[in-house]
Each structure stands twice: as structure tokens, then as C-alpha cells.
């Protein structure tokens, strides 16, 4: 868990830093051509605005919040400032400390920025550690066997029974190191309260489904998904 939250102001720029991950982190860290030859684009999955970065012998991702969509037409990096709880980067920052303290497979959040580019209006970015060696599902999915996508539907029920809403579960957004499987991206995610009605959790697994859908098909959806389930419901593998 994240013990020391370090918030920092400069001019119309605030941040968040965990310090128990590096201390020395200023506004110039949140744009990609400040790490020069240091920075290099993620190319999979996601709608761009996300970087591998190198600050020293630490491997950070740099990522930019993005509009998608009808919305990107009117303003692509800028969202309506309602209130500094409402911005996305702290949010998700410290989302992910609460997850980080429930012991979930998520990144470490690093820092969060966000600048008042307006009154009304800010831009916002996050940065978080990398997770070595780590895989998107999405190159994956022809190449797990039946015990991986059990354990998969395992980790999915981790989160759900930690009231933990990802906003955007689909296979780009799923990690896998090893053996192992890591969620990324919460943007928009959040600690559903308990007496919550449970539909947002089939809604979650149904876009899951859908994008596994997208990428590798019907016929390797219909192999596989049954087993995912039985993980996530606490069956065996068979």
C-alpha cells in the first residue's frame, strides 16, 4: 500500500506522487518529448497517448487521458473540471493504491497530473509502473491452454468479490506475466459500494466476452469462454 501521497503544485499544474516508488517527479515528467530517445509509444490496444518510459533503472508507462468516440470531434485531450475528486488521473491514482492495498494484480500507480487549462476544463495524465515481461491477452489468445483461461476467470472473480469495477474490461486491458494475470487502465474504475446491485459485474464480463469476440473470432470464443467461466464461478478446470 501507498503510505505517503505527496501532492505538489506548480503554476496551474497539480500532482500526486507516491514517494514510496521515486520522489522527484515535476510537471515535465507528463510530456513524452521530455524523455526524448527515453520514451517509446505502446502500440497495442487503446486509443494512443500511452508511453514505455526509462527514468534511471525504473520502466514507467506515461499515459494520456484520451476522448474516444463523438466526444473526441468537440476536444480530444481537455474534460469539464468539476471539482479536483473528479479528476480522472487522481481518481484512478488512487483506485489503484486501494487496490495495491487489497493485494490485486494491478501496476503501481507512480504519479498523477492534471492542469486547469481553463476554469472549466483540465488535461490530465498518469504515470505507472511497468509490468516487465507482461503480454496484452489480445497476442495471447491462440496460445493459452485450459488452465490459463480457468485462472483468468479466477483473477476477473477477484476483483468482482473486491467490488472492483473496471470500466473497460476487454483483452488489451488483461496482462499476463508468466502464469500469472494482471488488469491495467482504470480509468473511470471504482470501488463499487457493497450493497450495490451486482449487474455491473455481467456487464463486465459480457464486454470481456465481446472483445475476446472481436479479436479472435466466434469459434475460439466458444472454446474457451466456458472454461474462463467455470474459473470465475469456482469449478474445476475440466
Known amino acids: 500500500m501507498v503510505e505517503t501521497e505527496i501532492f505538489k503544485r506548480e503554476n496551474n499544474s497539480f500532482i500526486l506522487v507516491n514517494s514510496d516508488v521515486i520522489g522527484n517527479v515535476t510537471t515535465d515528467w507528463f510530456t513524452p518529448e521530455y524523455w526524448g530517445d527515453k520514451a517509446s509509444l505502446v502500440g497495442s490496444g487503446g ?35 468539476t471539482g479536483e475528486h473528479n479528476v480522472r488521473s487522481f481518481s484512478e491514482f488512487r483506485v489503484l493504491n486501494r487496490m495495491i492495498s487489497m493485494d490485486l494484480p494491478v501496476p503501481v500507480p507512480v504519479a498523477a497530473w492534471y492542469r486547469k487549462v481553463s476554469p472549466i476544463q483540465y488535461r490530465a495524465a498518469i504515470i505507472i509502473e511497468r509490468i516487465k515481461g507482461a503480454t496484452p491477452l489480445a497476442d495471447l489468445i491462440g496460445k493459452l491452454d485450459s488452465g490459463d483461461w480457468h485462472a483468468l476467470g479466477q483473477t476477473v472473480r477477484r476483483f468482482h468479490d473486491a467490488d472492483v469495477r473496471h470500466a473497460d474490461l ?69
Do not use: Q
Not at 508507462?61 to 463523438?70: A, F, K, N, S, T
Not at 463499487?192 to 479472435?216: E, F, G, I, T, Y
Open 47 to 81: 486509443r494512443g497517448g500511452a508511453w514505455f518510459i526509462k527514468a534511471g533503472d525504473k520502466e514507467f508507462v506515461l499515459r494520456e487521458y484520451l476522448r474516444g468516440g463523438l466526444a473526441s470531434h468537440i476536444s480530444r485531450k481537455t474534460y469539464a473540471y
Open 170 to 238: 476487454n483483452c488489451f486491458n488483461v496482462l499476463m506475466v508468466e502464469k500469472d494475470f494482471f488488469l491495467i487502465d482504470f480509468d473511470k474504475g471504482c470501488i463499487m459500494p457493497p450493497s450495490s446491485r451486482s449487474n455491473w459485474k455481467a456487464d463486465n464480463l459480457n464486454r470481456l466476452a465481446r472483445s475476446l469476440k472481436k479479436v479472435a473470432g466466434d469459434a475460439a470464443l466458444n472454446r474457451f469462454w466456458n472454461v474462463f467461466l467455470n474459473g470465475y464461478e469456482g469449478s474445476s478446470a475440466a
